[in-house]
């Protein structure tokens, strides 16, 4: 089955402490992003990556890091989480490079930083 | 930067037809997507215009004015299911194309 997995999909965790979201693709695309979604916001991409070892900034990087050494895994890193990146995070994938073919939405993971 | 406008909330009745709106800024616009996204679930896939016009799939439709920065999500024989946010997003260039989404509309159907 065609799919974009997440892990966790719940994390409480405490300011500071160090942490990594992990997502993972099943069907060989090539674009893979990175949003947070916050009431009244909709989803702010946080970063993408257009294939291995190519990564950009999207509109709210500060905060993140990513990294892309596999074509199916695109980890997000808090290297010092803050209680404002209490949010619901969303990876995606797509492919060909751009999003001009849909992109399929893992699952989700909400994060609470205390 | 790139606002995408739509409301933020809005009702129907199971079985009506229901309109959502959609404004964007049309510098740089290369294409608009809409997602229909379940409360605590992933947005999923609806339709896509890159053209002026109607695009008809099943019970959704989605138009498309490029002039005018507008466009809009129809959605016929309104099911209970239907209950949901609509999530406008537009893609723009740049040197890389970017996808800006909207805060999203809540549309409740009740009976």
């Known amino acids: 089955e065609a799919q974009v997995t997440q892990n966790p999909r719940y994390l409480i965790t405490v300011t500071g402490k160090k942490l990594t979201v992990t997502c993972s693709q099943n069907?060989?695309?090539?674009?893979m992003s990175w949003y947070r979604q916050d009431p009244g916001l909709g989803l702010r991409q946080i970063y993408y990556?257009?294939?291995?070892?190519?990564?950009d900034k999207g509109d709210v990087p500060e905060g993140y890091k990513v990294s892309r050494k596999e074509k199916r895994n695109f980890p997000l890193i808090l290297e010092s989480p803050s209680p404002n990146q209490t949010s619901l995070y969303f990876c995606?994938?797509?492919?060909?490079?751009?999003?001009?073919?849909?992109?399929?939405f893992g699952p989700g993971t909400r994060l609470t930083v205390l | 930067g790139q606002n995408i406008d739509q409301p933020t909330e809005m009702t129907a009745t199971e079985g009506a037809i229901v309109q959502i709106n959609c404004t964007y800024q049309t510098s740089g616009f290369n294409g608009l997507f809409w997602y229909q996204q379940h409360a605590g679930e992933a947005p999923t896939f609806l339709s896509y215009?890159?053209?002026?016009g109607l695009e008809e799939k099943g019970r959704f439709s989605s138009f498309l004015s490029r002039s005018k920065g507008y466009s809009y999500l129809l959605l016929k024989e309104l099911q209970m299911k239907d209950s949901a946010s609509y999530l406008c997003?537009?893609?723009?260039?740049?040197?890389?194309?970017?996808?800006?989404f909207g805060a999203g509309t809540r549309l409740a159907v009740h009976p």
């Open positions: 215009n890159v053209l002026d």
């Open positions: 990556s257009m294939n291995v070892e190519v990564t």
């Open positions: 069907m060989n695309h090539e674009y």
């Open positions: 997003a537009v893609m723009f260039s740049g040197g890389y194309n970017k996808l800006i």
């Open positions: 995606a994938s797509s492919s060909p490079p751009g999003p001009t073919d849909t992109q399929y």
